[in-house]
Nanobody
């Protein structure tokens, strides 16, 4: 069993930055793909970014390319999402996810999920 706990969310003005963290515990996730997803009120959950277990591959949604950066520190069992140039449309609950066999944007493929952290971007 894997437990994922997100942190770092908050309220920020448009153009600002936040860094989200996702700490994992339980069974190691050092060999797992780690992903970030988000869900805005009234909308479906959408893919944000993912990173392979050795950080060799990353993938981003078009809406965040060039603004967000995903990274991981396997020694700390933590994955990060650096979010720059934030826009009001980035407002959502951000979720961390992990899967040992899949790399990509399909949320249904991820086995483990955190509880989420709220990010609110004011205009």
């Amino acid at each position: 069993q894997v437990t994922l706990v997100e942190s770092g969310g908050g309220l920020v003005q448009a153009g600002g930055s936040l860094r989200l963290s996702c700490a994992s515990s339980g069974r190691t996730t050092s060999r797992s793909t780690m992903g970030w997803f988000r869900q805005a009120p009234g909308k479906e959950r959408e893919f944000v970014a993912c990173i392979s277990w050795a950080s060799v591959r990353t993938s981003y949604a078009d809406s965040v390319k060039g603004r967000f950066t995903i990274s991981r520190d396997n020694a700390k069992n933590t994955v990060y999402l650096q979010m720059n140039s934030l826009k009001p449309e980035d407002t959502a609950v951000y979720y961390c996810a992990a899967d040992s066999n899949y790399f990509g944007a399909r949320g249904i493929e991820y086995d483990y999920w955190g509880q989420g952290t709220q990010v609110t971007v004011s205009s």
